[in-house]
């Protein structure tokens, strides 16, 4: 079994984390800017507007175009670099972010401009943030860290700005309003961008090869080098069988923790009578629990074997906490659960991340990472949608009930399956002219090392939404 230790660039001092630590600052800053937004821009409309239909519309907006972007921002990715890429988006997003005060402080914010200022906050977002991730395989070889540490690190630092950017939020908007809020985001992506722009990684070492692997092809490259890109990603994601179980798994778990935390929570807290005290309980418990829980594998997912880890981990994170609320168990009880979920939570996306990092050759990291991302990310806009119809038309209880077992069928029993046996190979980086446009055979051995799945680095970022389960 290869070594789980990257080893440090030959052009870096070892042990360098600067790079590391820019990074982890920057996805800080900008993720919590963004949480400013999500509570700030949809009060904004509801207290100009008063309608919740108008509030939801300009949320769908967002949340499509988000993935859009995702989808088709790999291939820029790849050819521009994660570095540059990264910063430009950043202060896109800081823009278009500030167009929306200012247009509202001169009187030139009418519903269907807010509209669109809505779709190209996603547009730019979700490519940013694709961007930021595919920098931590360099990161963590620089700061010679496995990648589970590093990934560990981004998701709990990514949990911290989840819990403190609401917070935060409800502040900005209680003392003065939303539109400093979204004016306090918009300054957050100057940050981030200036972070990335001062400590980003420049290449070297195996990144290098890649660039030069990558620059090569550009130029013996014909017309349309931009969907001939966007296909050989697809046609990779395609044929990996386990990425492309990863990413329906977590487009489902999406769609449903969508779902859950829009919707079932607060109809279940008006059912108990528990209102917005039992909502507020149970999101800080596990809130609490989820920054706990990635510290957690932070130190130790590295250590674990990943699928009986992955296992346990949903078995505790899923369809027990849809199963107590069904069973209109005491408030007490659900949070116990609740505080389960966050610890169990936290070790699953560093397995995730690092996996699929590892099995993304570097020059096609871009764009197979922008369309797994996106994939993972398309049942959160249809997650509310849909619950509340389904709690229209069936009830609550049902839907939890069917919650529970979609939840099951989706993380569990496919990880049962052969293939995915290769969650625990953790993989050394390959030359990444050996992967040049290569994708996996469908018909390879569960524990064979293809060319075209070499590792990003020897031995995850989080999602990720992105890729986030």
Same mark, same amino acid.
């Given at each position: 079994?290869?070594?789980?230790?990257?080893?440090?660039?030959?052009?870096a001092?070892?042990?360098?984390?600067?790079?590391?630590?820019?990074?982890?600052?920057?996805?800080?800053?900008?993720?919590?800017?963004?949480?400013?937004?999500?509570?700030?821009?949809?009060?904004l409309?509801?207290v100009?507007?008063?309608?919740?239909?108008?509030? $939801? !519309? &300009?949320?769908?907006? /967002?949340?499509?175009?988000?993935?859009? =972007?995702k #989808?088709?921002? +790999?291939? @820029? *990715?790849?050819?521009v670099?994660?570095?540059?890429?990264?910063?430009?988006?950043?202060?896109?997003?800081?823009?278009?972010?500030?167009?929306?005060?200012?247009?509202?402080?001169?009187?030139?914010?009418p519903?269907?401009?807010?509209?669109?200022?809505?779709?190209?906050?996603?547009?730019?977002?979700?490519?940013?943030?694709?961007?930021?991730?595919?920098?931590?395989?360099?990161?963590?070889?620089?700061?010679?860290?496995?990648?589970?540490?590093?990934? $560990? !690190? &981004?998701?709990?630092? /990514?949990?911290?700005?989840?819990?403190? =950017?609401? #917070?935060?939020a +409800?502040? @900005? *908007?209680?003392?003065?309003?939303?539109?400093?809020a979204?004016?306090?985001?918009?300054?957050?992506?100057?940050?981030?961008?200036?972070?990335?722009?001062?400590?980003?990684?420049?290449?070297?070492?195996?990144?290098?090869?890649?660039?030069e692997?990558?620059?090569?092809?550009?130029?013996?490259?014909g017309?349309?080098?931009y969907?001939?890109?966007l296909?050989?990603?697809?046609?990779?994601?395609?044929?990996?069988?386990?990425?492309?179980?990863?990413?329906?798994?977590?487009?489902?778990?999406?769609?449903?923790?969508a779902a859950? =935390?829009?919707?079932?929570?607060?109809?279940?807290?008006?059912?108990?009578?528990?209102?917005?005290?039992?909502?507020?309980?149970?999101?800080?418990?596990?809130?609490?629990?989820?920054?706990?829980?990635?510290?957690?594998?932070?130190?130790?997912?590295?250590?674990?074997?990943?699928?009986?880890?992955?296992?346990?981990?949903?078995?505790?994170?899923?369809?027990?906490?849809?199963?107590?609320?069904?069973?209109?168990?005491?408030?007490?009880?659900?949070?116990v659960?609740?505080?389960?979920?966050?610890?169990?939570?936290?070790?699953?996306?560093p397995?995730?991340?690092?996996?699929?990092?590892e099995?993304?050759?570097?020059?096609?990291?871009?764009?197979?990472?922008?369309?797994?991302d996106?994939?993972?990310?398309?049942?959160?806009?249809?997650?509310?949608?849909?619950?509340?119809?389904?709690?229209?038309?069936?009830?609550?209880?049902?839907?939890?009930?069917?919650c529970?077992?979609?939840?099951?069928?989706s993380?569990?029993?496919?990880?049962?399956?052969?293939?995915?046996?290769?969650l625990?190979?953790?993989?050394?980086?390959?030359?990444?002219?050996?992967v040049?446009?290569?994708?996996?055979?469908?018909?390879?051995?569960?524990g064979?090392?293809?060319?075209?799945?070499?590792?990003?680095?020897?031995?995850?970022?989080?999602?990720?939404?992105g890729?986030?389960?």
């Amino acid at each position: 079994m290869p070594s789980r230790k990257p080893p440090a660039d030959a052009s870096a001092p070892k042990g360098r984390r600067t790079s590391l630590h820019g990074l982890l600052a920057a996805y800080t800053v900008s993720l919590f800017g963004t949480r400013l937004t999500m509570i700030a821009l949809p009060w904004l409309v509801l207290v100009t507007s008063g309608s919740a239909a108008q509030t $939801g !519309l &300009v949320a769908f907006c /967002e949340a499509v175009p988000l993935v859009i =972007g995702k #989808a088709l921002a +790999g291939p @820029l *990715i790849d050819k521009v670099g994660s570095r540059p890429f990264a910063v430009f988006a950043d202060l896109v997003s800081a823009v278009v972010v500030g167009l929306v005060p200012l247009c509202y402080w001169l009187d030139a914010l009418p519903y269907g401009v807010l509209l669109v200022l809505s779709a190209a906050i996603g547009v730019a977002r979700g490519p940013g943030d694709v961007a930021k991730r595919t920098m931590t395989p360099e990161v963590a070889e620089q700061a010679g860290i496995p990648l589970e540490r590093a990934s $560990g !690190l &981004v998701g709990t630092l /990514e949990r911290l700005a989840g819990t403190a =950017g609401p #917070a935060a939020a +409800g502040a @900005l *908007i209680a003392v003065l309003s939303p539109l400093w809020a979204m004016t306090a985001n918009a300054l957050c992506f100057v940050a981030s961008a200036a972070l990335i722009a001062l400590t980003g990684p420049r290449g070297g070492g195996r990144l290098r090869r890649a660039e030069e692997s990558t620059r090569e092809q550009d130029a013996e490259g014909g017309s349309e080098r931009y969907l001939d890109q966007l296909r050989t990603g697809v046609r990779f994601l395609r044929k990996d069988r386990l990425l492309r179980s990863i990413a329906v798994m977590l487009s489902v778990t999406n769609l449903v923790d969508a779902a859950y =935390g829009s919707l079932l929570i607060p109809v279940w807290a008006k059912e108990i009578g528990g209102g917005p005290a039992a909502i507020g309980a149970l999101g800080s418990v596990f809130g609490i629990a989820a920054v706990g829980g990635s510290a957690l594998a932070t130190a130790f997912a590295a250590k674990l074997k990943r699928r009986p880890t992955y296992v346990i981990a949903f078995l505790i994170a899923g369809p027990p906490r849809f199963l107590v609320m069904a069973f209109h168990l005491p408030l007490w009880v659900v949070l116990v659960v609740a505080l389960g979920d966050g610890l169990a939570i936290g070790f699953v996306n560093p397995i995730l991340n690092a996996v699929m990092l590892e099995r993304i050759p570097r020059p096609l990291l871009g764009r197979v990472s922008a369309l797994t991302d996106s994939v993972g990310s398309a049942g959160i806009p249809l997650g509310p949608m849909l619950a509340g119809a389904a709690v229209t038309a069936a009830g609550l209880v049902p839907v939890l009930f069917a919650c529970a077992g979609l939840y099951l069928a989706s993380t569990v029993l496919p990880a049962l399956r052969p293939h995915w046996r290769e969650l625990d190979a953790r993989r050394p980086a390959d030359d990444p002219d050996a992967v040049r446009d290569k994708a996996p055979d469908d018909q390879s051995d569960a524990g064979r090392a293809p060319a075209a799945v070499a590792a990003a680095a020897p031995t995850a970022a989080e999602t990720a939404p992105g890729t986030s389960a």
